[in-house]
């Protein structure tokens, strides 16, 4: 298993094949689903079959997990991919357990994944976005450094819109 990146209390690492049930049942929880893209289990399932096939891929889209370095216990996903829009922007997006919500679990996670971007990527500049509700999620962004930018569209949803640069 490769890990991505380490700090104090977590480790981001690449999925496993026999965590696909982890994963899954992380997208059970309805306050969990609020703020994310709606899809299937058959769609998660592929999601999840596609990242692992493609870690090797350094242009493919990277979902990794996030793990509490002290117990193993699963946390959520993170993942980093070529922005929509430009592709020369790297998007950040995640998604944490409900019981690891309001304790820097995210901001540390991002920042992680910020440097990951950088060094390992050699991205510029690191964007991220939440709907506009997922005010949690934006003070996360906020507190790892991120400028709140004007609100985007995309796929005919408004969305609050976060830059980072090097």
């Not at 999601?47 to 493609?54: L, P, Q």
Request: hydrophobic share 40%; charged share 30%.
């Amino acid at each position: 298993m490769h890990i991505i990146a380490e700090t104090p209390r977590l480790i981001i690492r690449e999925l496993q094949p026999e965590e696909e049930n982890i994963f899954l049942d992380h997208y059970n929880d309805p306050e969990v689903l609020l703020y994310i893209p709606k899809r299937t289990r058959e769609e998660r399932i592929n999601i999840y079959r596609k990242a692992i096939a493609s870690y090797a891929d350094s242009n493919a889209l990277r979902i990794w997990g996030i793990f509490n370095k002290a117990d193993g216990d699963f946390i959520g996903t993170c993942l980093l991919r070529p922005f929509t829009y430009d592709a020369t922007k790297t998007e950040l997006g995640y998604s944490i357990e409900r019981k690891y919500w309001n304790k820097g679990i995210g901001t540390e996670m991002a920042a992680a994944m910020i440097d990951y971007a950088f060094k390992e990527m050699s991205s510029d500049q690191v964007v991220a976005v939440t709907i506009p509700e997922n005010i949690g999620s934006q003070r996360v962004l906020e507190k790892a450094g991120f400028k709140k930018m004007e609100n985007m569209m995309r796929d005919g949803l408004e969305l609050a819109y976060f830059e980072f640069e090097r």
